[in-house]
């Protein structure tokens, strides 16, 4: 097997193992905050803080990563995500948990986008869609079996036990990673990663940046508060750990196909669909009253979803065989993370004033006036179909 197999292999099973962790943490932490007195806003922190953390360190990484190397790195980050395992574990209050999110954050920031960089490294020219699409289908099994493997585990055992469930499988994928995982051959080494004085005046990267930044604003609300929306129906919490483990699991079956798209189709054309179908999920949430209306909508959302991810990925590639895979990969991630950070504020202002169904309704509405603003400079810029 030559190395870029292997790397992608090799990443490929660890992604899906740490990513079953990760998932088992987005979808109690919510939950778990309100069991230690959380407020609205105090949530909102909690989910806003790993995302702002990972949005500060991403772009230093990434440039390190470019120039010293990407194993070493990541490793870094997979060993934090064991030890932070038991920080969920011995909070005992609200800003204990969101102390340990920090550092949560923090970790996640030399994991993620070191991990596309690798597997950007290895994907051929005019293959990024079908690369990146695929490799995306990792995080999404993780997401999908970590949700309704943490349900099971709270409602059997107890939530600190599923805590220390993502320690093992952080742990796990720790090894795996270091006994078999080669150093990237394609590494810049001559220092010229991107700045953030090129990102603006490159108006490809500023639209397809906008775009995520505002998808992730509304996205962030689902692992936030659609289970907090699904207790207030009284649905248990397996339906709800099943309603994001097939969400999150959609999207990952879709990513591969979507992603073959992409690398033929016009890429405005499906990140504005992909936005306006998310949108329309989102709004309908609210007038769920069962568990298969819930997860109807929260369907709906995951296509919409799905359409976009593997399009912005492959044209992060793109641009990063020029300014640093890393460097692009982590300026990606930065505005990926900024918006995880901004919703769930958002959201947890509107759900401490307007109250909770209207969490889903303003950020459908921010969304989809988000997307109406970016349009006319995604006329104006190149067709993205490369």
């Known amino acids: 097997m030559d190395n870029s197999k292997k790397i992608f292999y090799v990443l490929f099973i660890a992604s899906i193992v740490t990513n079953i962790g990760s998932g088992m943490i987005a979808s109690l932490l919510g939950m778990y905050s309100k069991t230690l007195g959380a407020t609205g806003l105090q949530l909102g922190i909690i989910y806003s803080g790993i995302s702002f953390s990972r949005a500060i360190l991403s772009p230093p990484i990434g440039k390190l990563s470019d120039e010293k190397g990407r194993k ?76 309704i493997l943490g349900g099971v585990i709270a409602d059997v055992l107890g939530y600190k036990e599923a805590f220390l469930g ?65 207790l207030s129906i009284n649905l248990s919490l397996s339906q709800i750990g099943t309603i994001l483990m097939l969400n999150i699991l959609v999207m990952g079956l879709l990513q591969q196909p979507f992603g073959k798209l992409a690398d033929r189709a016009n890429r405005i054309n499906m990140l504005i669909i ?40 492959a044209i992060m590639t793109v641009k990063g065989r020029t300014t640093g895979m890393a460097s692009v990969m982590a300026v990606f991630n930065f505005a990926m993370s900024a918006g995880m950070a901004l919703g769930p504020l958002i959201a947890g202002v509107i759900y401490d004033e307007m109250g909770l169904s209207w969490v889903f309704v303003v950020l459908s509405v921010i969304s989809t006036l988000g997307l109406l603003l970016v349009y006319p400079f995604m006329r104006k810029t190149p067709d993205l179909s490369f």
């Open 72 to 147: 070493a790195f990541l490793i870094f980050g997979l060993l934090a995500y064991t030890l932070i395992s038991f920080g969920y574990i011995y909070a005992k209050t609200a800003w204990g948990l969101i102390i340990v999110g920090l550092l949560h954050g923090a970790a996640a920031a030399f994991v993620l986008p070191i991990a596309f960089a690798y597997i950007g490294d290895i994907t051929p020219i005019g293959k990024e869609g079908e690369y990146l699409g695929t490799f995306g289908i990792s995080l999404f099994i993780g997401w999908a079996i970590g949700p």
């Open 166 to 230: 993502m320690g093992i499988l952080s742990f796990a994928s720790l090894v795996i990673t270091f006994f078999m995982l080669p150093e990237s051959e394609n590494i810049k080494k001559d220092g010229n990663s991107i700045s953030y004085k090129s990102i603006l005046k490159d108006r490809l990267l500023v639209v397809v940046l906008s775009v995520r930044f505002l998808h992730l604003i509304t996205i962030s609300s689902i692992v936030t508060f659609v289970p907090i929306f699904a």
């Open 274 to 313: 992909g936005g306006i179908i998310a949108s329309a999920g989102l709004m309908g949430i609210p007038f769920s009253t069962n568990f298969l209306q819930l997860l109807f909508w929260n369907m709906v959302m995951a296509i919409g979803s799905a359409l976009s991810f593997p399009t912005t990925n």
